[in-house]
């Protein structure tokens, strides 16, 4: 499957954001999806996954309540609307399809087909 990751941007403390992720070559309603993020100089973080229905979702601590992932298997796309945007969300973010069922949901180590990323930066 490859994956298109589009939405990024220059946004002011506070503003929003929605990622999209487009999947193609394969029937994204298959799999765990997971959106990822590096910030400059560090390594890859979780940031969001869903499961394959929609159903379920889980976050990482520090985005709770301003991230919602959400997917459209129709379109085969997965979402990341972001609020309140901080500076600290400044990062490359990534969509991955996890590879063992959600197994693995928070480590990089559980995806592949990344994608290129798309940048967002949150200016203070």
């Known amino acids: 499957v490859q994956l298109q990751a589009s939405g990024g941007g220059l946004v002011e403390a506070g503003g929003s954001l929605r990622l999209s992720c487009v999947a193609s070559?394969?029937?994204?309603?298959?799999?765990?999806m997971g959106w990822f993020r590096q910030p400059p100089g560090k390594e890859r973080e979780f940031v969001a996954v869903?499961?394959?229905?929609?159903?379920?979702?889980y976050y990482q601590d520090s985005v709770k309540g301003r991230f919602f992932i959400s997917r459209d298997n129709a379109k085969n796309t997965v979402y990341l609307q972001m609020n309140s945007l901080k500076p600290e969300d400044t990062a490359v973010y990534y969509c991955?399809?996890?590879?063992?069922?959600?197994?693995?949901?928070?480590?990089?180590?559980?995806?592949?087909?990344w994608g290129q990323g798309t940048q967002v930066t949150v200016s203070s």
């Open positions: 869903i499961w394959r229905s929609g159903g379920v979702a």
């Open positions: 070559g394969r029937t994204l309603s298959d799999y765990v």
């Open positions: 991955g399809v996890n590879q063992y069922g959600g197994s693995y949901y928070n480590s990089p180590t559980g995806y592949s087909s």
